[in-house]
C-alpha cells in the first residue's frame, strides 16, 4: 500500500520530454531523452544531446585554459599555484596553498648562442633535458605559448632560424651560378 503511493507520487515528479520541449528552446538546446526527480527532490539523471547549434561559429565553443600571472613569468610547465588544505593533528583544516618549486636559472640557447634567465621549476628543468635542450623544449612543448617570457624566447629562436635558412639559401644560389 505504502509504495503505491510513493510510485504514484514519484510518477506526478517526473517531467516528460513534452514538458522540457520550452525549456530546451529557451536555452538553446535540441533535445532531452530523460530528466527525472528522485525521492529527495534532487537531480537523477539528465541525458543531454547537441547543446551547441551548427550555426554558432567553433571557436566560441571551444575552452581556453587559464594561465596566471605568475606563470607567464617564466617555463612553469603546466604547474600552478594549487590550493588545499593543512590538517592538524586534530584534523582542523585551516586553507593553504601549494605553491610550484621555482627557481631563478640562466639557460643556454644553441640557436641563439646565448644564455637567457628563466623563473624555471624543476619539473620544467627535467621536461627540458628530456626534449634534448631549451630550443626544442621552447619549439615543441604545449605549455610554452606566445605570451611571456617563453613565448619571447621562442619567436627569437624562431627568427634566427628563418634568418638561417634564408642564409643557406643564398649560398646555395650562389654555389649553383
Same mark, same amino acid.
Given at each position: 500500500m505504502e509504495w503505491e503511493r510513493r510510485n504514484r507520487a514519484n510518477k506526478n515528479r517526473s517531467i516528460t520530454n513534452e514538458s522540457m520541449s520550452s525549456v530546451s528552446a529557451a536555452f538553446g538546446r535540441t533535445t532531452f531523452s530523460t530528466f527525472s526527480y528522485s525521492n529527495h527532490f534532487q537531480l537523477k539523471s539528465i541525458s543531454d544531446q547537441n547543446i551547441f547549434d551548427s550555426s554558432t561559429p567553433c571557436h566560441i565553443n571551444q575552452q581556453t585554459r587559464h594561465r596566471s600571472?605568475?606563470?607567464?613569468? $617564466? +617555463?612553469y610547465d603546466g604547474k600552478d599555484v594549487r590550493t588545499g588544505n593543512k590538517v592538524s593533528f586534530s584534523e582542523k583544516k585551516t586553507k593553504r596553498k601549494f605553491k610550484p618549486n621555482v627557481q631563478k636559472k640562466r639557460l643556454f640557447s644553441e640557436i641563439l648562442d646565448e644564455m637567457i634567465r628563466f623563473n624555471v621549476t624543476t619539473s620544467a628543468l627535467r621536461s627540458i633535458d628530456k626534449?634534448? $635542450? +631549451?630550443?626544442?623544449?621552447?619549439?615543441?612543448s604545449k605549455h610554452v605559448t606566445d605570451e611571456g617570457t617563453g613565448g619571447e624566447a621562442k619567436r627569437r629562436i624562431l627568427d634566427k632560424m628563418e634568418e638561417l635558412r634564408k642564409g643557406e639559401l643564398k649560398n646555395a644560389e650562389q654555389k649553383q651560378k
Open positions: 600571472n605568475r606563470s607567464r613569468r $617564466g +617555463l626534449a634534448g $635542450g +631549451l630550443d626544442n623544449y621552447l619549439l615543441k
